[in-house]
């Protein structure tokens, strides 16, 4: 190999790939819908591409990522670049997309949360028998497009440890190499002179056989004689005992997570040190004398200023934000700013080996867990309340967003619409959504959510202590996008937010209609939340102004209420010594916000795409009645740990991530399933998750399936 290239003084380690008018979500939902030809939407992906190349190189960025964009998912990205596509998907006229999505005859691809992020990815499926083979075109299209431009990149590609860590295939390293050598000389012989290898998993606690398999990994990359310099970046955390591991091995450079993790103790002479100061997960201004301190303390060779991860975590530019308040917005940075904010740092003095300012929050109080009567008593109250059969079928929360409810909304934001008129189409909405479900059969009813436009941000816009953006997109999983709300102050709720809307529904039927909440470790974790205290304390804030609203649901005479947790598993910290204290006012700040429920209503929550296996135990704990989970994405993977789940539970029996319309025999497969591990009595019947994304004709086909395989199964299952 040839002398080791010069780092640029400053880069970032990804960007954000929606376009800032959310282009890219317009176009797949144009290609799959098939108003529009793939050729157009790689055009839209080509122009996106460009523009962000053009945009970091007129803010001054030195070093320009690519392959960071994606039509759908960057690991997925990765398993077509090793020619891990499994077999059944490789006829179908557009395999990236049945595998991301399905087909009428394929389920998709398992999907579950990227580390401890609100982003989605694909889980890469690898057996014994998989063929790994290079596909190159990718990343070497992206250089010579960027080249073409003027720009020379430095190619990303997710490592291979973390690659087959992510798909628990790590026995197959020395397979997956091949191709990863492949890559490098391709690279090379296009005249890249860095590439960017991602290994998030180092952070993550791993065994001493892992470690071993990130020596075996990066000195046989290392060792290659034709290759560009490698820089293997790791952030969400502190490396760790990987870090001596990665400093013995060849490679040139390492990223180092400076926002979420300390300064090391290591010396890494030799090395250049790519140290992320600028924080790409959240949207707070970075703390220049904090972050040049930090630069000043690490020791090596060369230090390059660049972002903790990749700014797919934050919105575009705060330049699309006129209705922010002024004193909030100076507070603020996203990744257009953040990009500025790394380019300065690049360019200004550093001290001399400057201590790192310590943040000092006020320590978090005492843990109490809040009671409610033993769940044996209150099953007894609420059957008898609520007369429901073996096997209930109820759906998550909401129904289609339809295109007229989004623009009606649209024109009460802009002034068109007066907010009567709107609210009649709101009610009108909730009236189609219960005939509906009356008609198919559904036991437990809900309102279809019409007049929420997210989960998370229609609670900010009623809580005090919030504020919502105009663009803030922030891509979550294909072209599904949210906006983030932030949370920048003391939380309170100055009026009910969701009564009107569940009493209305419940005034149209007989039949229990939910009351839907977001739940408090949720709406935290998706939003981009204050620093100066302590997560668990604006947790437990948030969680009291939940339980006002539990209690005037429930003053209303609303017999069911779910408080969903999606984000539980999400916010457990990656390494394991801190997982514990977390599920611990975790749990405790949920338990405080149901609390006041009498005995006689029934609490539900809801979890989905998070390998919720993992703390099953806390989610007993949360002492919620009723519990739906995700399940027919993962293939019915959480039942084989719920065996010794005390409460109701319903495995999710339709994957509402995927078009395709679950048959009646899927849906009894799954049921059966359930029952082999679970009381009949404790099973309900439900989808994995919210039906917004869907279509009408979508969901009033599955949903039928559903209850024809609920119904069936009630008569020959013992209850």
Known sequence: MSPTPVFPTSTVLGYPRIGPRRELKRALESYWAGRSSRAELDRVGAELRERTWRRLAELGLEGLP?????????????????????KRYRDAADPYFAMARGTDELAP??????????????????????????NA???LGEVRQARALGCETRPVVLGPVTFLLLAGALERLDDVLGPYEELLSALAAEGVAWVQLDEPALVCDRTPEELAAVRRAYERLGAAAARPALFVASYFGDLGEALPVLAGTPVEAIGLDLVRGGVPDADLTGKTVVAGVVSGRDVWRTAPERALAALSAV?????????SCSLLHVPYTLAAEPDLDPALKERLAFAEEKVAEVVALARADRPAAAPVPETSLPPAGP?????????QVRAAAQAARLGLPPLPVTTIGSFPQTGELRAARA???????????YERRVEAEIERVIRLQERLGLDVLVHGEPERNDMVQYFAEHLDGFAVTRNGWVQSYGSRCTRPPILHGDVSRPAPITVRWATYAQSLTRKPVKGMLTGPVTITAWSFVRDDLPLRDVVFQVADAIREEVRDLESAGVRIIQVDEPALRELLPLRRAAQGDYLEWAVAAYRRATSGAGEGTQ????LCYSDADQILTAIDALDADVTT????????????????????????VYDIHSPRVPSVAEVESLLRRAAEVLPVGRIWVNPDCGLKTRTYEEVEASLANVVTAARRLRAELPA
Do not use: C
């Open 411 to 421: 024109a009460v934001a802009a002034g068109t619409l007066p907010q009567a008129d």
């Open 367 to 375: 843990v109490a867990h809040e009671e409610r009567s033993p769940y």
């Open 629 to 652: 989970i995700e399940s027919a994405r993962s293939g019915g993977r959480i039942l084989g740990s719920v065996s010794g789940f005390g409460r109701g539970l319903g495995p999710g």
């Open 66 to 86: 690519s392959n960071t964009f994606s039509l759908y998912d960057h690991v997925l990205d990765t398993a077509v670049l090793l020619g891990a596509v499994p």
């Open 299 to 307: 020791r090596a060779s060369r230090v390059t200023v660049s972002t």
């Open 137 to 139: 075109a990718k990343p």
């Open 603 to 606: 609490i539900h929550t809801h």
């Open 109 to 134: 691809l398992r999907m579950t949360k990227w580390f401890d992020t609100n982003y989605h990815y694909l889980v890469p499926e690898i057996g014994p028998g998989t063929v790994f083979e290079l």
